[in-house]
């Protein structure tokens, strides 16, 4: 026998309708070493499962291409050894059909069936080493494919990471450039008008249409209007929140942190009284403008609740109060400023810059 088979580890099962027929065969088997079990075929299944065979014989039964078939409804990987008398190439093509994986015509030597049982246990484990292998490939496969699954969700939270920075960096860009193009503006303007009139236009054209008022500061907890701009508010309708906003919000505002975006209007509109009706249903941003931590002026910007300002204005307005208010200091030390004294020409709070609906601008 080839190096690597030994009967013994072999049993094996004879699958019979003649008995008395095939004890020949059994005996011969017995004697090469193998543990044979004999069975018909109503008791296939039975046998099968008490005695685990390596190997089936088929042989000298009438219906040979059914039990072949039974054997392999139970165990579906199982050799199969057909012995039959019939030679014929379409019974030989049957009983290969039906399932045998090799054929012996009967009557044989048991040296030729031995011969035939080795090639087969050869065969099965030859296949029983590629079903291994061919487990581990699927094994390996399925891990690949979890690793790949994993590296594409990654890389997709990467390039949704990286779409979130480039659109952070965008976002930055613009707000520099946008900051740059105001201080040009401003740095073309000494005076506290051109300053106020000048920061007010280019605002405004971030917002849209609003109303807007920059006070400035006489002290750190008293504000005067320096300027205003009428979209939908006019002057004399405005006095009220104004003088309210001079004399109670500002120094609230002030500070270097945030911007500030009022959460609850009708709590300011019930402090001030009637007069501040015209806030009913209205967005405010307070924009404290601070140099060396000392706040310079405060804007506040407000317009109708349907027209609320964008989150994205944020950080713009962010920016821009901060060149604002250097801008504001630079004046300050050219006029050279004393503590809680602005230069004589911002002290007339009758401006009312109209840049939204029909707003006519008064000196």
């Known amino acids: 026998m080839s190096k690597g ?14 008995e008395p027929a095939s004890q020949v065969v059994h005996e011969s088997l017995v004697d090469s070493g193998f ?3 004999t069975c018909g075929p109503d008791s296939i299944a039975t046998m099968l ?24 409804g139970v165990q579906p990987d199982l050799p199969i050894l057909a012995l039959s008398e019939g030679s014929t190439f379409n019974c030989v093509l049957d009983l ?4 045998a994986w090799d054929f ?8 030729d069936i031995v011969d035939r049982l080795q090639s087969l246990a050869m065969l099965k484990m030859d296949s029983g080493s590629s079903q291994n292998q061919i487990e581990g490939l699927k094994g390996l496969c399925r891990r690949l494919s979890d690793s790949n699954r994993e590296l594409c969700k990654r890389f997709a939270e990467l390039e949704t990471e990286l779409a979130s920075c480039q659109n952070d960096f965008d976002s930055q860009v613009e707000v520099a ?13 000494l005076g506290i008008e051109g300053v106020l009139q000048t920061s007010l236009e280019f605002i405004l054209g971030k917002t849209g249409p609003t109303n807007a008022a920059i006070f400035l500061a006489d002290s750190p907890t008293s504000y005067s209007l320096g300027a205003y701009v009428n979209y939908d508010c006019p002057r004399e309708q405005a006095d009220p929140v104004l ?8 120094h609230h505002v002030a500070g270097p942190d945030d911007l500030v975006r009022f959460q609850d209007v ?4 019930d402090a001030v009284g009637p007069d501040a009706s015209i806030l009913e249903s209205t967005d405010i941003i307070g924009m404290p403008c601070c140099s060396d931590e000392e706040c310079l002026a405060v804007v506040f910007l407000f317009r109708p609740a349907g027209e609320e300002y964008s989150e994205d204005l944020a950080p713009v307005l962010d920016a821009l109060r901060g060149a604002l208010a250097e801008q504001l200091a630079t004046i300050v030390n050219v006029h050279h400023r004393i503590a809680d004294h602005w230069p004589d020409e911002s002290t007339d709070e009758s401006s009312d810059w109209g840049f939204g609906t029909g707003g006519n601008k008064a000196a």
């Open 266 to 269: 009708d709590a300011f509109i």
């Open 35 to 37: 543990s044979v079990s």
């Open 49 to 72: 499962a008490e005695t685990t065979p390596r190997i089936a014989l088929v042989c000298h039964s009438d219906s040979a291409s059914d039990h072949i078939q039974a054997v392999k």
């Open 104 to 111: 012996v015509q009967m009557p044989c030597t048991s040296v």
């Open 177 to 189: 450039s946008t900051v740059s193009a105001f201080q040009a503006l401003l740095s073309q303007e």
């Open 243 to 250: 003088k309210k906003f001079a004399a109670d919000i500002c």
């Open 5 to 18: 088979f030994e009967s013994s580890t072999f049993p094996l099962l004879i699958v019979t309708d003649h």
């Open 96 to 99: 290969i059909r039906a399932g």
